[in-house]
């Protein structure tokens, strides 16, 4: 099941390069069916996940490099099982909102498979080598994918960051980043003696023979820098809102939507994993750089007037919740971390989708220059507004119970990072509200009175898509919660044996 | 019993779902498949309630599931009846049927017409929610929702640029409210027991067990008063309930006037046990519910609009009955909820009914509609009536009870009461006179149809009999183990604080009369006269000010480009972008080392070798 | 002693001529300096007992390279060089000086490895007479010997191909 | 004898001799000279294979060559290089104004330079090898006689060359004053049972390190680099990128794990330094350049300082590296100079600006160029991403962690000026749109090398396991 | 007496002006005459070298460096020539249009 999720985007994209250039019916074609076979997959993945038993599940392993303990190992827990459906998700409804692509159609949806297969190639690996392998290979595509079909970012005209800026950044820096993290995997893979990039193996040598407390502190600053860089982490994060801006609106959507997710989806997998006594050192001083992230993240959201920018610097303000909810080191702020990873990467994905839609009629995303849109496309209105509430932490959508976990989770831990995080919200809402409001409310202008709604079912799909899983995790959170708690709380309990828990009246201190 | 608790909840959204999937274009589906919705949830209330009476069902009847199930952590989603909760399901059921029967009238022409009903349901079931939360969590998701709702319906109308901008503050006002409520529910959670594993959100598991030793219980009881500071629209976070008058009528009267904004007190009422034993945190609430009372009542004074005068009476009655739960009255404000529900809405109806008429809510253009639109102009006075407290009609009884209260527990307070009782009486028969009597100016208004005078002269009726249903009985029987301390009248103060409240309520309409009816001296001159504080409350008391400068100007302007100040010019220009250009300075620099000449090569090459070497002889 | 003398004298003359071959503005000054050098070093050579070499050193090197220099340095018409004045301040001054260090670091170098050696005299001689080398020279050195061949080959129909004048094609 | 040994060097001398009498045929008959030096190539492959049992005996010929599984490997790589060459020269050679053949028989003699220093046992040999090699590049870099670029190429390797090689002839002589001889038996004995090693060897293994620096462009001992990269015929400009690289590495390769070993505490943080020097100028260098021969010279200094960086282990694990590397950068080195022989003449020179929107004047050379460039960027799954992460993986398990850090930021700094190239193939607009024809050898050629460096990313274990046989 | 040592220093002083002349002079055909000169200098090491070990090979080894420096005259002298057609220069100087 893991290897047909994992190479069905690949063979599609072989299958494209079968194709002409101009054949782009079937072009579209085959990258839906490439990108709705993982989706099946993750369904399938998420209804048969074993809670009782835990751990990792459906593995899939072929040895490839015995000599340096390199297997092609592949497996899902909850965690990653959350993510991979998140992935399928977005991967899916990206491939359709996709369809506005005009231009080198072909070439668009061999990159767009090849990221789809990094991406789950990150979240199925077990093993250290292929997880570095599929996470590199997942950040190169997105260069020509927002290069070529990305846009540049304007502000009255003038443009602010052009997109090959943008794009170039964005590679660079997370490239920094992923060698950053090389460079402590490789210490970590020498260090532990147990010759082995195999992730369970790893961990059964490391809990045999724990790694000094020292050296893992050295270790885990080296991953955690690495991989926040695309979580990303204050104050790392100044590509994302401008890649965010400048991509093509599915690029967008995978790149917010899940792209970021890596980052912290590596942190919990990779050094809280393996290092706990680093964890245990290093996760608190991530506690208050991650308040950085939410407030000042929604600070600078505030001012900006381009859309994307604004859905950018939220992603990272919000991204900056799931850090937190890592940083507490606490099952249920675990549990909402990841649930948060889920939910936000539907809900921004839901978000890029929508300004996508109208920016390709409106051709402009710049705030004072919209309006009165909800006029003329209603459904898109309703979805952007449903958008703005789930990012705003609205109850009955994911992101709610997701932060609201966090919240609860760390509350013992960080109650003043906590309080920050609550304010958050608040901020949240100032600059959602904003754009609904300046996008879609207000007397209808005359410059978008030919644009057009989304009417047939079949533009209508992605959207209500990702409606419909946030609603659904959102209302109904218990099952995918359990799945998560399966694989988060175990994890927890390796890191904090004992939870040492503040005396209550000691806690606001 | 169960079932129809649970029905209770779900009635309403399983009809905003039938309107949000099938009946978005289907105008007759989507309004009547609402009204149904509540209508089915009213009776299930009602037979709970009958039940209750007759002690074939024993309250509090609790049924939950669990929504979130964590080792350590469970968060149940479920239904508590108990008299308080079903007497606001009542209230808010049954008011809510009303309105919604005559908004089918009252939207009939609207475009969004389903969307309108879709949110209304969805609006009555977050307030279900509410009502029926067993825990503090389920009471959030509701109060979160009834946000939402409100912001949805506020900006119903969001082609215009002013009930857009209403909507948006509503939510964002509420929010900044939200943040010290989520903390408090936090706290109280973090605190409810010394075990985290035993930790819980349940009112009653709470209220049984009460809080941990060592808990700030102080705290936490002004963080969970944030909410109702919000939601309740009470000073200083009263802005936006004026604004919210944007929405239309209906939305006013159903959520701005009855149900939504009574989820504060409710919801102090809901936790009186915990604020109970504060006394710091009652002076607090009883203080902001005076101070809300009486600036809310002197905003009504000058305001010109008719609805925007309902909102500022509702504030000062919400103020009122914060304050009467502050003084300790718990039975008294929530009595006075109950009444206040039935006129407010009431008089919100009647001048909705009025608007649909004239199309016309400035009262200086309105006038002399007694003639036009007479069972509206009947039902507008019998709600004006019973919001001045004159006797018999039910708000002579909920006032009473609050002023009873005060007048013995804080006299400051009971004289401020009985000042907002006079300018309440004032105020409303201003509009009266100014709207109602006298000649028409301008406007001739047409009468409303039937769809519309129904749903009036049902709540005219409870208006009217409000006071004779038993309520404080009621309302007394809901507090478990304890005596209901503070009943309605009958104390010893009574006959004298009815005295009191009846003269003031007396000179206020007499001064109304004569300064609008009669007019014996024009209003304009009373105001000149009274130049500063007229002009200090026309603008408010230059609390929006304050706030639109704290948001454009501080906020905004320091705060967000100060951030973004630093994220463009520190963060990408100095931190990236510095290294950036050093590394390409680098680049360059490096790159005129290659001069060309082969002999710069060779000596280059010689540098190296030296180096070597150098290295070798160590 | 007399190894002394000699030693000095072929020596001294051998770097004063190295000198003028670098200090030379006249090209075929340098040249005619530089035979000089492979002279006194044929000579050091035989004080070295590697006759054979000593007698490759002349013909080769002075019989034909040099032969070589001079007839490009004839083909070419070469003027004098004119010479920068105030080299010391230019890098190729920096270069001199460097190149003066590497001398005195190559001296420390040899110094610093000389371990009460005796006179080179002393030591038993190597066979360097001609059967002696050709012997070794087939048989050990039997493929360094031939792949010289190629390298000579490869080198002179480089210099070949280099050197011709193209015919201008014929369009 | 066993002559069997040298059954690959006799064939090349054999067809050096061949493409010496073929510069005779008729000019009209040039351009079948490509295939001629294919055959050649392909006999020496076809002598190379049947030679393979006798590796793993590791005999060696008279002390001067042997050969060993260590050398039969090289060679392979080498003899595909050449192959490429031949095909990358077949595409260039209306450029090349005469002597097709005598420039094949330099090829041949590089290669048989390399196949020397592949197989050396002694320090002559090393000499003679290198210059044999260094002797056709000089030649061939100035092979464009009518073009001032090429010349002053050829004169500036010429010069640097010879000068390194008198440092390196002046180190043997040290070495061999130290040891008694040049045999690396001998060299590597003294340095095992040398008491004391005397400063004079230090000096003359550092002269041998600056001469083999020379040749993998290691800095300081690079600058002749980018200036020759720019001026040389492209083909020749490969073949030093990848033969004469690749030459300079295996043989640091064989000294320093060889006859350099006892003294490896010595020589490591010089190469590490070395390194780090390297890797700056090469990786910062690149990034201002607009010549696209320019910027791959100064890339390939980038690689020498990963080279240098695997060495400086002096571990296995890093000589295994170093070899992966090497494959790794054949396969995509030669890639992209091929592409840049085949869009030259289309796009009009070798600026960067010209290879605007080349994907779309060419999808099938722009595509290839850019998996090329990525794998020298080390991104997965292409072959140079194996390559680094063995060799910083070996740098780790040095211990030397300061050193992975700097490799691991250039491989950043590398990644943006690649991308430069990418930008402009694939995002910039085109100045002319008609199609680049691709000849079907050079056709095929691309193929195989894109799918070396795909099967060489991904399917690492029998790579790993040929070379891990070297030891 | 003298000593290994002394020949050595001898080959290092030549060595050095060798360097020195390939630094300073400008003139390509000048440059090549100094490399020779370095050349040599490595021929007097290994020549003082095999004296001192008693050991032919050193002496062989010249020849063969005789040898390769004759090629490499060969090879030098003809990119000069070329040098000297193309740019009408052999200054080394003034060839350097490839740079940066």
């Not at chain 1, 590596?266 to 245990?280: D, F, K």
């Not at chain 2, 253009?365 to 006075?381: A, I, V, Y």
């Not at chain 2, 309605?488 to 003031?504: E, K, Q, R, T, Y």
């Not at chain 5, 095999?50 to 005259?73: C, K, M, P, S, Y």
Request: glycine residues 10%; hydrophobic residues 55%.
């Amino acid at each position: 099941m893991l290897l047909t999720i994992l190479l069905a985007p690949t063979l599609g994209a072989l299958a494209l390069l079968a194709l002409r250039d101009d054949q782009h019916a079937w072009v579209r074609r085959i990258a839906v069916i490439a990108t709705s076979v993982p989706l099946l997959g993750a369904l399938y993945l998420a209804t048969h996940y074993d809670v009782a038993r835990g751990g990792y599940q459906h593995e899939v392993f072929v040895p490839w490099v015995a000599s340096l303990g390199i297997g092609f190992h592949l497996g899902v827990d909850g965690i990653s099982t959350m993510l991979v459906l998140l992935h399928a998700l977005c991967g899916f409804t990206g491939v359709l909102v996709s369809y506005s692509i005009k231009e080198r159609v072909k070439e668009y949806y061999l990159f767009y498979l090849f990221l789809i297969t990094g991406v789950f190639g990150v979240f199925l690996s077990l093993d250290l080598f292929f997880f570095y392998f599929f996470y590199e290979m997942a950040v190169i595509p997105m260069f020509p994918l927002i290069g070529i079909w990305g846009s540049d970012v304007k502000e009255g005209g003038k443009v602010r960051y052009s997109k090959e800026y943008a794009t170039m950044k964005l590679t660079i820096y997370l490239t920094l980043g992923a060698v950053v993290a090389l460079v402590g995997l490789l210490w970590l893979y020498v260090s532990t003696g147990a010759r082995t990039f195999d992730l369970p193996a790893l961990q059964q040598a490391l809990a045999a023979r724990p790694l000094d407390a020292s050296l893992q502190r050295w270790l885990f600053p080296l991953l955690l820098i690495g991989f926040g860089v695309i979580a990303p982490m204050w104050p790392l994060h100044s590509w994302s809102p401008i890649g965010h801006a400048a991509a093509p609106s599915a690029v967008s959507m995978l790149h917010a939507g899940v792209l970021m997710k890596l980052g912290s989806y590596a942190i919990i997998r990779l050094p809280m994993t393996l290092l706990p006594a680093g964890a245990q050192f290093w996760l608190p001083w991530l506690a208050s750089l991650c308040v950085m992230n939410i407030i000042y993240g929604g600070f600078v959201a505030m001012s900006q007037r381009d859309l994307k920018l604004i859905i950018g610097y939220s992603s990272s303000s919000h991204m900056g919740y799931v850090l937190l909810g890592l940083a507490c080191l606490t099952p249920v702020a675990l549990d909402g971390a990841v649930l948060l990873m889920f939910a936000h990467g539907l809900m921004t994905a839901l978000a890029f989708a929508l300004i996508g839609y109208f920016y390709e009629q409106t051709h402009t995303r710049y705030l004072p220059d919209l309006g009165g849109l909800a006029h003329q496309m209603p459904f898109i209105a309703t979805c952007g507004v449903i958008a703005a509430m789930a990012s705003s932490g609205l109850p009955g959508f994911a992101n709610f119970v997701a932060e609201l976990l966090i919240f609860l989770g760390g509350w013992d831990r960080y109650p003043v990072q906590i309080i920050c995080g609550v304010f958050g919200v608040v901020i949240t809402a100032v600059y959602m509200l904003r754009v609904v409001r300046g996008t879609f409310f207000g007397p209808a202008l005359p410059a978008f009175a030919h644009t057009r709604d989304a009417r047939s079912a079949f533009e209508r799909l992605p959207y209500l898509v990702l409606v419909i899983a946030l609603m659904v995790v959102g209302c109904w959170p218990r099952p995918f919660l359990q799945m998560i708690d399966a694989s988060a709380r175990p994890l927890i309990e390796h890191i904090m044996p004992v939870l040492p828990l503040a005396a209550p009246a000691e806690a606001l201190h | 019993m169960v079932m129809l608790a649970w029905t209770i909840l779900l009635a309403p959204l399983a009809a905003a779902g039938l309107v949000w999937l099938v009946g978005i274009h289907r105008k007759p589906l989507a309004s009547s498949a609402a009204i149904l919705g509540l209508l089915i949830a009213f009776g299930c209330a009602l037979q709970l309630f009958l039940a209750g009476r007759s002690g074939a069902l024993i309250l509090p009847l609790e049924t939950n599931f669990a929504w979130i199930a964590l080792p350590g952590l469970t968060i149940q989603f479920g239904v508590l009846i108990d008299p308080l909760s079903l007497l606001m399901t009542l209230v808010v059921t049954g008011v809510g049927s009303a309105i919604f029967i005559y908004a089918t009238g009252y939207m009939h022409d609207d475009a969004a017409y389903s969307r309108f009903f879709g949110v209304l349901s969805l609006f009555a079931f977050s307030m279900l929610t509410i009502v029926l939360a067993t825990n503090w969590v389920q009471l959030f998701m509701g109060w979160e929702l009834v946000g939402f709702s409100s912001y949805l319906l506020i900006g119903h109308w969001y082609a215009k640029p002013a009930a857009a901008e209403a909507g948006k503050k509503a939510f964002i006002v509420n929010r900044v409210a939200d943040f010290g409520f989520m903390l408090g529910i936090l706290m109280l959670w973090a605190y409810s027991s010394a075990d985290p594993a035993q930790r819980t959100f349940n009112f009653l598991q709470l209220e049984h067990a009460g809080l941990v030793h060592g808990a700030m219980p102080v705290l936490i009881g002004l963080l969970l008063f944030c909410g109702p500071v919000g939601k309740s629209a009470q000073f200083p976070l009263h802005v936006w309930l004026p604004d919210a008058m944007e929405g239309p009528t209906p939305v006013s009267a159903l959520i701005h006037a009855a149900t939504m904004v009574a989820a504060g007190v409710y919801l102090l009422c809901r936790a009186f046990w915990l604020f109970e034993g504060l006394p710091e945190v009652m002076t607090v609430i009883m203080w902001v519910g005076g101070v809300t009372a009486f600036l809310a009542a002197g905003l009504a004074l000058v305001e010109n609009d008719l609805k925007r005068i309902l909102a500022y009476s509702t504030l000062s009655q919400l103020g009122y009955m914060v304050m009467a739960l502050g003084l300790g009255g718990r039975t008294a404000g929530m009595y006075h909820l109950t009444t206040h529900a039935f006129f407010k809405a009431l008089l919100f109806l009647a001048a909705g009914s009025v608007i649909h008429g004239t199309h016309e809510q400035d009262i200086r253009k309105l006038g002399g509609l007694w003639h036009d639109m007479r069972w509206t102009s009947l039902t507008f006075l019998i709600g004006a009536l019973a919001l001045c407290g004159i006797p018999p009609l039910s708000g002579f009884f909920s006032k009473e009870a609050i002023l009873t209260v005060a007048f013995a527990r804080n006299p400051a307070l009971f004289s401020l009461g009985v000042l907002t009782a006079g300018l309440t009486a004032f105020y409303t028969g201003r509009a009266w006179f100014v709207a109602f009597t006298g000649k028409a100016r301008g406007h001739h208004g047409h009468e409303s149809p039937p769809v519309m005078l129904i749903p009036l002269f049902v709540l005219a009726a409870l208006s009217i009999v409000g006071g004779f249903l038993g309520l404080p009985a009621l309302i007394a029987s809901g507090v478990h183990g304890a005596a209901a301390p503070h009943g309605g009248a009958g104390h010893a103060g009574g006959l004298l604080v009815m005295a009191v409240s009846i003269a003031v309520v007396a000179i206020g309409l007499g001064l109304a009369w004569l300064l609008y009816g009669k007019q014996v001296v024009l209003p304009g001159q009373v105001a000149r006269a009274l130049a500063l504080p007229t002009s200090f409350v026309e603008q408010r008391y230059y609390i929006d000010e304050l706030y639109s400068w704290y948001v454009l100007h501080v906020q905004q302007r320091y705060i967000a480009r100060s951030c973004e100040w630093v994220e463009q010019r520190v963060i990408i220009d100095g931190l990236v972008g510095g290294i950036t250009a050093l590394t390409r300075w680098l680049g360059f620099t490096v790159r005129l080392l290659q001069t060309g000449r082969v002999q710069a090569y060779v000596l280059v090459f010689l540098v190296g070798i030296v180096w070597l070497l150098t290295s070798a002889l160590h | 002693m007399a190894e002394a003398v000699f030693f000095y004298l072929f020596t001294g003359a051998m770097l004063a001529a190295a000198w003028s071959v670098v200090f030379n503005r006249q090209p075929l000054y340098s040249v005619l300096s530089l035979l000089v050098v492979m002279f006194c070093l044929a000579a050091l050579f035989v004080m070295l007992q590697a006759y054979f070499v000593a007698a490759l050193q002349v013909l080769l090197y002075a019989g034909a390279v040099l032969v070589l220099f001079l007839f490009v340095i004839m083909l070419l018409n070469l003027a004098p060089e004119a010479l920068a004045r105030m080299r010391v301040f230019t890098w190729q001054g920096g270069g001199a000086l460097l190149g003066l260090w590497l001398a005195f670091l190559l001296a420390r170098i040899f110094a610093a490895s000389a371990q009460d050696e005796g006179a080179l005299s002393a030591a038993s001689a190597p066979r360097g007479s001609v059967e002696a080398v050709g012997q070794l020279l087939f048989e050990k050195y039997l493929i360094p010997f031939e792949l010289t061949s190629f390298i000579i080959l490869a080198a002179i129909i480089g210099a070949v191909t280099l050197g011709k004048r193209e015919v201008p094609a014929k369009r | 004898m066993p002559w069997g040994l040298l059954a690959p060097e006799l064939g090349l001398c054999l067809w050096i001799l061949v493409m010496l009498l073929a510069d005779l045929a008729p000019a009209t008959r040039k351009p079948q000279l490509s295939w001629l030096a294919l055959g050649g190539i392909g006999f020496t492959a076809v002598l190379l294979a049947w030679q393979q049992p006798l590796w793993a005996r590791g005999e060696s010929f008279q002390s001067m060559l042997a050969v060993t599984h260590f050398s039969g490997l090289y060679k392979c790589f080498f003899t595909a290089t050449a192959a490429v060459v031949v095909i990358m020269t077949r595409q260039f050679q209306r450029h090349l104004p005469a002597h097709l053949g005598a420039f094949y028989m330099l090829l041949f003699t590089a290669l048989l330079g390399t196949f020397v220093l592949a197989s050396m046992r002694d320090l002559l040999m090393l000499f003679l090898g290198l210059e044999l090699l260094t002797f056709s590049l000089y030649i061939m870099a100035a092979y464009l006689k009518a073009e001032a670029k090429s010349i002053e190429a050829g004169m500036k390797y010429l010069i640097l060359g010879s000068v390194s090689s008198g440092f390196l002839v002046y180190g043997i002589a040290l070495l061999y004053g130290f040891a008694g001889g040049t045999s690396f038996t001998q060299v590597q004995n003294a340095f095992t049972y040398a008491l004391t090693v005397p400063a004079t060897a230090y000096a003359g293994m550092v002269l041998v390190l600056a001469g083999l620096g020379f040749k993998i462009a290691a800095s300081p001992f690079n600058l002749w680099v980018p200036d020759v990269y720019e001026g040389a015929p492209t083909p020749v400009v490969a073949l030093l990128s990848v033969g004469s690289k690749m030459a300079g590495a295996m043989a640091l390769l064989q000294l320093l794990t060889g006859i350099f070993a006892p003294i490896a505490a010595f020589w490591m943080p010089l190469l590490a330094a070395l390194s780090v020097a390297t890797l700056l100028y090469g990786n910062l260098g690149a990034l201002a350049q607009t010549n696209i021969k320019r910027l791959l010279g100064y890339s390939s200094i980038g690689h020498a300082g990963y080279l240098l960086m695997g060495l400086s282990t002096g571990s296995v694990a890093g000589a295994e590296a170093v070899t992966y590397y090497l494959l790794a950068y054949l396969f995509s080195t030669l890639a992209v100079f091929l592409v840049v022989i085949a869009a030259s003449d289309a796009v009009g020179g070798d600026a960067l600006e010209d290879y605007r929107g080349l994907s779309q004047r060419s999808g099938f050379l722009a595509a290839v160029m850019f998996l090329g460039l990525l794998s020298l960027a080390g991104v997965p799954p292409l072959a140079g991403f194996v390559g680094k992460l063995l060799v910083l993986l070996a740098t780790v398990e040095s211990g030397r962690l300061w050193l992975v850090a700097v490799g691991a930021v250039n491989v950043a700094i590398a990644l943006y000026y690649y991308l430069l190239i990418v930008k402009r193939m694939y995002l910039d607009a085109p100045r002319q749109t008609q199609p680049i024809a691709v000849p079907a050898a050079t056709r095929v050629t691309l193929y195989v090398l894109v799918l070396g460096i795909l099967v060489v990313g991904i399917w690492q274990a029998p790579f790993l396991r040929w070379i891990s046989a070297i030891r | 007496m003298i000593t290994l040592t002394h020949y050595l220093l001898a080959s290092a002083l030549l060595f050095a002006i060798g360097v020195v002349g390939v630094l300073t002079r400008r003139n390509v055909l000048m440059i090549l005459l100094c490399i020779e000169l370095m050349f040599n200098a490595a021929n007097l090491a290994f020549v003082a070298y095999a004296r001192a070990l008693g050991d032919t090979g050193g002496q062989i080894i010249v020849f063969f460096i005789i040898a390769v420096a004759a090629a490499e005259v060969t090879v030098g002298l003809a990119i000069t020539i070329l040098l000297s057609r193309q740019f009408k220069t052999l200054n080394a100087d003034e060839v350097s249009f490839l740079k940066w």
